[in-house]
């Protein structure tokens, strides 16, 4: 009997005293961690599902001296965190929503990092037989044929870029064959190609995991389908403990030379051909072009 | 189904060939759990033994409440830890949010319901005459607690299992609370999920394995005390 506490108790106090330990090993990393600096980047699935921030990240950390904390998120709910101040830096592709955003007054600088596009993507016997054709006139298709059609439907900026499409083809998407994931573009890749159905992505994160897709590039090149990424800095607007330095020194860093050339290099070594192209300084229009 | 054995090989070799970042995700998923876990525990025992022990107004509610929290989903936890956690938060200058800490806070109070509600069903079951007796043979209340601890030991360390099989395995407060930061939260669970994603299958299913292997292993040590101690007696 007393054995039997003895033993268990033992083992209660053995975890007690690990989970001391590291209560007071995190404790002591967390109190280190202002002389660390750390700071947190909301961004969008795709850079983290296309493994690009793996290869930023860790050059910004040598180079800065900043640690940081990724929230990949959608890009709807990157902002929000934004605009509460639980986020110090940006990292977002839905334009209209970040100028709305902007305007608000809350954030410090905005500015273009890189783009890449979005492709329409679909089962190779392309049942709606828009192979070639425009975004939009791809999308009217699709609706007419009813063919099934996965959205992310998590407010993320390939959402929002879906979202605007369906009006240019003249579309109120709507019905069985529409269907919403509210899941991040790998999982939705994955949807639609086991549903054989067409979907919407960045041509990064399909690039990425193409081998395990039956999913086809059926519509690209479109004006309107560029997906162009910027960067945002906070201010102590959004909220008394953001770091506006943190964000700057990520802003100013992403934006610089060295940064742009890992992004334009990055993916070509695996895919044959970069998942973004650099597009620090230059004017917004002339993408694409 | 290739996929399931390219995971299995992959687990094998991950474990093998010493690769820095699953040692360093496995270990953080066991100090997370276990701490979580013996937080729960020393909250829940006290509050279990009282429910099942004391008599006052509200007993059945808490324990209703108790049976409740068992069912939780974590997801609702991590959300409420997190708005508690926010730069905006209450408590938010502490600046947890995104750290192993954040998410030992989200799995104790995962656990802790269910130490409360299995607890309280153990040391109800014991008979009552046992504490009768106790008395009567002159123990003192905290003897004859303890002894009570002891007649009822088997679902006591049932408890303690549960409680670190439902946080090891858990995803949604983990991600939610933690953010799946690499080298700093991220735990066997949400990399799967992470791997998964990134449409790595066979990487998930080897995080998946490996999170089964290291359950495996910590019930395997408390199912042999909690039978040793039944041989003994």
């Known amino acids: ?289 | 189904m290739d996929v399931l054995l390219d995971g299995l090989v992959d687990a094998v070799r991950l474990l093998l060939t010493g690769d820095q970042d699953s040692w360093s995700i496995t270990a953080l998923t066991l100090r997370v759990s276990l701490t979580a876990t013996a937080i729960a525990l020393l909250l829940g025992l006290p509050l279990g033994a009282t429910i099942a022990l004391a008599r006052f107004p509200g007993r059945r509610i808490a324990l209703a409440a108790a049976n409740t929290g068992m069912g939780m989903p974590p997801v609702v936890v991590g959300l409420f830890v997190t708005v508690l956690l926010w730069r905006s938060g209450p408590i938010g200058g502490l600046g947890l949010l995104y750290t192993p800490t954040a998410m030992v806070i989200a799995q104790a109070a995962i656990a802790t319901p269910i130490v409360v509600a299995l607890v309280a069903a153990a040391l109800q079951q014991v008979d009552p005459d046992f504490r009768v007796q106790m008395q009567a043979l002159g123990a003192t209340p905290i003897r004859a607690f303890a002894a009570l601890l002891g007649e009822a030991r088997l679902p006591l360390l049932a408890a303690a299992m549960a409680a670190f099989g439902a946080v090891v395995s858990e995803v949604g407060a983990a991600q939610m609370v933690g953010g799946n930061l690499a080298g700093q939260t991220r735990v066997l669970t949400t990399a799967a999920v992470l791997a998964t994603s990134r449409g790595q299958f066979s990487l998930a299913i080897a995080f998946g394995l490996i999170l089964l292997l290291i359950a495996f292993c910590v019930n395997l040590s408390l199912t042999l005390i909690q039978q040793r101690q039944t041989a003994l007696r």
């Not at chain 1, 002591?28 to 969008?44: D, H, V």
């Not at chain 1, 783009?115 to 007419?144: C, Q, R, W, Y």
């Not at chain 1, 939705?188 to 992505?201: I, M, N």
């Open chain 1, 1 to 289: 009997m007393r054995r039997a506490l003895t033993v268990v108790s033992a083992w209660i106090a053995a975890i007690v005293l690990a989970g001391c330990g590291t209560a007071a090993t995190s404790g002591g990393a967390a109190s280190q961690a202002p002389a660390e600096k750390s700071l947190i980047l909301a961004t969008t699935t795709s850079t983290q599902d296309s493994g690009l921030l793996d290869e930023l990240l860790p050059a910004f950390t040598r180079d800065s001296g900043w640690q940081v904390k990724t929230l990949a998120v959608g890009s709807g709910q990157a902002i929000e965190l934004g605009r509460r101040g639980e986020a110090d830096a940006l990292l977002v592709h839905s334009p209209a929503a970040e100028l709305e955003f902007v305007a608000e007054g809350t954030t410090g600088s905005r500015r273009l990092v890189m783009h890449n596009d979005f492709v329409l993507l679909g089962p190779k016997d392309d049942p709606a037989d828009i192979k070639g054709a425009s975004a939009t006139e791809a999308m009217k298709k699709i609706a007419t044929a009813e063919a099934v059609f996965v959205s992310r439907g998590d407010e993320s900026g390939t959402h929002a870029k879906e979202k605007g499409l369906w009006p240019k083809a003249g579309v109120t998407p709507g019905g069985s064959w529409y269907q919403s994931t509210g899941q991040g573009m790998g999982e939705t890749l994955r949807v639609a190609s086991e549903k054989a159905g067409y979907t919407l992505s960045d041509r990064a994160t399909y690039l990425a995991q193409r081998g395990s897709l039956a999913l086809d590039v059926l519509s690209e090149g479109d004006p309107g389908l560029l997906n162009v990424y910027h960067v945002i800095e906070m201010t102590k607007k959004a909220g008394q403990l953001v770091q506006p330095e943190g964000a700057k020194a990520f802003a100013d860093w992403i934006v610089a030379a060295p940064a742009q050339q890992i992004i334009g290099e990055f993916g070509r070594a695996k895919f044959g051909q970069p998942l973004f192209t650099p597009d620090a300084g230059k004017d917004e229009s002339t993408l694409g072009q």
